[in-house]
Every structure is written in structure tokens, then in C-alpha cells.
């Protein structure tokens, strides 16, 4: 049986860097931001329903119009719940297809900055959320970014508020620049294998 863990956190907290650790400790994630933007692009249904909504110029010469959809999807809320409600299902079997494939692994992971809010805790066994402070969020984004500090503080509002993915969270790990991620991550694993009995073989 797989166990699937969805790592989670707002802008800046660190979750791909938490995602690099598992897959280099030979847990597969999938990254959800990468192939959402590839499904986005190439899925006949999402296609057909993203033209019906926007029109055909929505993937004018044959390729997705990404400023137009950017223009539309961030304009109103309830645009974005229009698109989301087309992109998400998708996205969701694409994860399930992808975690089947991988079924001989014990552990397989989805990393996605909105998990709870697009209703992906429900794929998942275990919520991670990676946790940093706003200030130290907001200088990694900025610096990554090579944005100012306004729109990074724009999209953080935007986003749910980390405390609250805490609340919902049923593992946290801190990624503050001060305390070491790597126990944090191995610890993870020793508390899945715990639950898991073909992560842990029986003791003789």
C-alpha cells in the first residue's frame, strides 16, 4: 500500500526545496505547479472547456494564450473559481494515474502551494505544510523573484494564510534558515514508516 503525503505552504516557505530532499531520499512527488501549466496546455478537455468559457483566441496559433488567461483568472474571484473548477479535476486524475504508475513505492508525494484550498488534502494521507516566517518568505520571494516587496506581500494576502494551513496540517516542518531541514524531512519518513508496515519491515 502507497502512503501519499501533499507538501504544502504559501510563497517562499520552502516547499520545492522539501520536495528536492524527498525525491533525493527516493520518494517521487509530484510537482503539481509543472504539470498543471503541461495539462493546461495539452488536455483536449481542458481545452474544449477553457475555449467555451474564454473563446477561441484563449489558445490562439494552436499554443494556450497564458496573458489572457493570467488577465481573466486573476481579475475576479469568481473567474477563478471557473477556471479552477476546469483545471482541477484534471489535474486531480492526472495525480492518480501518475501515483498508480508508482504504486511499488511505499511513499509517493504531491507538492502544491494551494492543496487544501483546491480540495487535494482529500488525495493525500498525510498534509505536510513547510512553515517559515513572513518576513523571511517575503525576502526569499523577493530575491527569487527579482520582484518588489509590494506584489510579494500582494500575493501572500492573496493566498490562505499559513497559521490556518498549520491548523489543517498533520505534520509541520520549519523552514526558518535556522533550523535544519534534513532531520526535519527524516523524521517525516521515520513517523510514516511507524504507520506503515510495509514502509517498516516486522521485527523478527
Not at 531520499?25 to 467555451?52: C, F, H, N, W
Request: with cysteine; net charge neutral; aromatic share 4%.
Amino acid at each position: 500500500m502507497t502512503t501519499k503525503i501533499g507538501i504544502t505552504g504559501g510563497i517562499g516557505s520552502g516547499k520545492s526545496v522539501v520536495s528536492r530532499l524527498l525525491e533525493a531520499m527516493g520518494i517521487p512527488v509530484y510537482i503539481s505547479d509543472v504539470e498543471t501549466k503541461k495539462l493546461t496546455a495539452t488536455d483536449v478537455r481542458i481545452r474544449q472547456e477553457l475555449v467555451a468559457l474564454l473563446g477561441e483566441e484563449v489558445y490562439a496559433g494552436g499554443e494556450l494564450n497564458k496573458p489572457m488567461l493570467a488577465s481573466y483568472l486573476f481579475s475576479n474571484p469568481e473567474h477563478a473559481r471557473r477556471v479552477n473548477g476546469i483545471i482541477h479535476p484534471q489535474v486531480k486524475e492526472d495525480f492518480r494515474r501518475w501515483a498508480q504508475i508508482r504504486s511499488e513505492h511505499p511513499v509517493v508525494g504531491i507538492e502544491s502551494a494551494i492543496l487544501i484550498e483546491a480540495g487535494f488534502a482529500g488525495e493525500v494521507d498525510t498534509v505536510v505544510v513547510v512553515y517559515a516566517p513572513e518576513e523571511v518568505r517575503i525576502q526569499r520571494a523577493m530575491s527569487r523573484d527579482a520582484a518588489s516587496r509590494e506584489l510579494i506581500e500582494k500575493r501572500i494576502h492573496s493566498q490562505m494564510s499559513d497559521e490556518i494551513k498549520r491548523e489543517q496540517a498533520d505534520y509541520v516542518i520549519i523552514n526558518d534558515d535556522k533550523t535544519p531541514l534534513i532531520p526535519q524531512v527524516l523524521n517525516l519518513i521515520t513517523s510514516l514508516s511507524q504507520n506503515n508496515p510495509y514502509l517498516c519491515p516486522p521485527k523478527k
